[in-house]
């Protein structure tokens, strides 16, 4: 069954670092793009970067030049590098194909910055 599982997250001062993964299961994982997405307290959630399968990526100016998103398709995995991060960061982090699927959602992974 298809299952996204992701982790990394956790508590970081302002300006530090996390690197997110994201594993998959599923034999469509190479073919369709695949994106982050963060829920942030009283928000909407919102995608803040793709990745097609052959690697082409697309950035949302708030996290642009401070997030890198990358995929091993050999081993079915998404990861989002994060620096310099803010407390305006802080929320929970979900993977998810794009368009989402509903079944793809996940329990995500908090990411919460302190000042």
């Known amino acids: 069954q298809v299952q996204l599982v992701e982790s990394g997250g956790g508590l970081v001062q302002a300006v530090g670092s996390l690197r997110l993964s994201c594993a998959a299961s599923?034999?469509?994982?190479?073919?369709?793009?695949m994106g982050w997405y963060r829920q942030a307290p009283g928000k909407q959630s919102e995608l803040i970067v793709s990745i097609r399968s052959a690697g082409i990526t697309n950035y949302a100016d708030s996290v642009k030049g401070r997030i890198t998103i990358a995929r091993d398709n050999a081993k079915n995995t998404v990861y989002l590098q994060m620096n310099s991060l803010k407390p305006g960061d802080r929320a929970v982090y979900y993977c998810?194909?794009?368009?989402?699927?509903?079944?793809?959602w996940s329990k995500g992974t908090q990411v919460t910055v302190t000042s």
């Open positions: 998810n194909k794009i368009p989402a699927w509903e079944a793809y």
């Open positions: 599923g034999s469509i994982f190479r073919l369709v793009t």
